[in-house]
């Protein structure tokens, strides 16, 4: 299982604070909105190339009082 704290990272310097995945500017919300709408997460890794299948995995696990 992945540690969503080691992937998923809060800083008010970057998109006002929103949980992203570490060292880049995707927010987990991103993430969560597009396999909502049933895209899988291979058309989200192309969507946004910079993240990994674990980074989904941890955006996945996070607590939904942080996304």
């Given amino acids: 299982m992945v540690n969503w704290r ?9 998109m006002a ?6 060292g880049t ?3 987990v919300a991103h993430i969560l ?3 909502a709408a049933g895209i899988d997460i291979e058309q989200v890794l192309r969507d946004y190339p ?6 989904v995995l941890a955006a ?3 607590p939904s009082s942080n996304s």
């Fill in 6 to 14: 080691e992937r998923i990272s809060v800083n008010p310097r970057v």
């Fill in 17 to 22: 604070g929103k949980p992203c995945v570490t």
């Fill in 25 to 27: 500017r995707v927010p």
């Fill in 33 to 35: 909105d597009k396999l």
């Fill in 50 to 55: 910079r993240i990994t299948r674990d980074d």
């Fill in 60 to 62: 996945l696990a996070l």
